[in-house]
């Protein structure tokens, strides 16, 4: 020891020494977690940044109609275009033309105008019999009327722009007019409000449902005996040793009109044959299901913390003169918040993106965002429409859970 520092045995300060140590814990454990940092970064990082990047992405778009967007933007859209800009589109389309690249444009075009598709194509057909020395709008017009529509020409302008964020506003309803103001699409195209409320709905009444079942399961798993609290684990665990496809058929089977559950309360005499309860294709059947199949999420961190609680608390309460019912509500319920938290946030962030049991039960009246997205992958081939609400839905995922890490989280850990 000099000067109050100590020295090891081959004279190097302990300090410095322990500092090294740590130094080498460190890079030891993040070697340890690279494989799987590289995998998240891969897997769900990557794909996220691609999926921001298509929702407002037009540049295909715009590299197939590049001398067309060149000298469109100079076109102020109070009149039909110069001749200029006309003849330019006519070269650009030839082009696309002969190199079979039409149809991409045909049907991107389309999602700014209806009727473009089948406009391009008829336009493609008889691009030969153009006079080139001739009134190239003129000619156009002669090849379909819609040509003669001003708005046509104003959606190719639209369309040619690299990048725009229309499709978030098509996500709630509303649109950019040709002059730029924003305003509400037609009434009877307003769907997607209502799709938004109703994932939102469901996904809350779902979480309710599971936590008002999982509770006293939970209460249950907590105190019987371990031989019993066992069993019952496994029946809770058992759903998840089943595929959720075969689950969800199940549940079309037990819920159909002519189906078992139908077929058990018509021989009780609960209900007439005549007025068979209708449990499919309805938001009744999507909250039978997703419930059924989520319970498992709320019953588990509900459990971790009940099993934690002190049975002696609750006789402690009750020997000082407190009710069973009043020792439960000021005792025993906020001790378990930290798992009705957890199990809620857990519950609500699966529902609020749940796609193949509202698919499969829930029919036209079940139909939540997700599935409007799949739509639109798999139907429309409008990627970026999806990917702008597929966009929004991950964004209101993440303030969910901000707000709850924010309001409960530390409270929850503490109680942890």
Request: with cysteine; net charge positive; proline share 3%.
């Amino acid at each position: 020891m000099t000067n109050g520092e100590i020295r090891t045995s081959d004279g190097e300060l302990l300090s410095v020494k322990l500092k090294k140590v740590e130094s080498r814990k460190r890079t030891g454990a993040l070697i340890l977690v690279l494989p799987l940092l590289l995998f998240i970064i891969i897997t769900y990082i990557f794909p996220i940044i691609q999926m921001l990047q298509r929702s407002v992405d037009n540049t295909q778009m715009n590299d197939l109609l590049n001398n067309t967007y060149q000298v469109i933007q100079n076109w102020d859209g109070s009149d039909f275009p110069p001749e200029e800009v006309v003849k330019t589109f006519y070269n650009d389309l030839k082009y696309l033309s002969e190199n079979k690249l039409h149809g991409k444009i045909a049907v991107r075009l389309n999602y700014e105008k209806g009727g473009f598709s089948s406009l391009i194509k008829k336009t493609v057909r008889k691009l030969d019999s153009f006079d080139t020395n001739g009134n190239y709008l003129q000619q156009f017009k002669e090849i379909h009327k819609r040509w003669a529509d001003q708005e046509y020409w104003l959606a190719l302008k639209r369309a040619t722009v690299p990048y725009h964020g229309r499709k978030y506003l098509a996500s709630f309803d509303f649109k950019q007019d040709f002059d730029g103001s924003i305003v509400r699409i037609e009434e009877k195209k307003r769907i997607n409000v209502t799709l938004w409320l109703r994932t939102i709905y469901v996904a809350l009444g779902v979480t309710l449902c599971c936590l008002i079942l999982a509770y006293p399961i939970a209460h249950l798993l907590s105190v019987l005996p371990t031989r019993y609290s066992n069993l019952l684990m496994i029946c809770v665990l058992l759903p998840f040793w089943t595929s959720l496809l075969v689950r969800t058929s199940s549940w079309m089977v037990l819920l159909q009109t002519q189906g078992v559950l139908n077929d058990f309360l018509v021989f009780l005499g609960i209900v007439a044959d005549e007025n068979r309860l209708e449990l499919m294709y309805n938001m009744t059947g999507t909250f039978i299901a997703m419930t059924q199949i989520l319970l498992p999420f709320m019953v588990l961190p509900l459990y971790s913390v009940m099993k934690t609680i002190s049975p002696s608390l609750m006789r402690a309460a009750t020997s000082m003169g407190a009710t069973p019912f009043h020792a439960f509500r000021k005792i025993y319920f906020p001790l378990t918040y930290a798992g009705i938290s957890a199990g809620s946030i857990l519950v609500f962030v699966l529902a609020i993106g749940y796609y193949i049991t509202p698919a499969l039960v829930g029919g036209a009246k079940g139909t939540l965002i997700s599935n409007r997205i799949a739509y639109h992958m798999q139907s429309t081939l409008d990627w970026s429409y999806a990917t702008a609400m597929a966009t929004i839905l991950l964004v209101g995922v993440l303030v969910v859970y901000y707000v709850y890490n924010r309001v409960v989280g530390i409270d929850n850990m503490r109680l942890g």
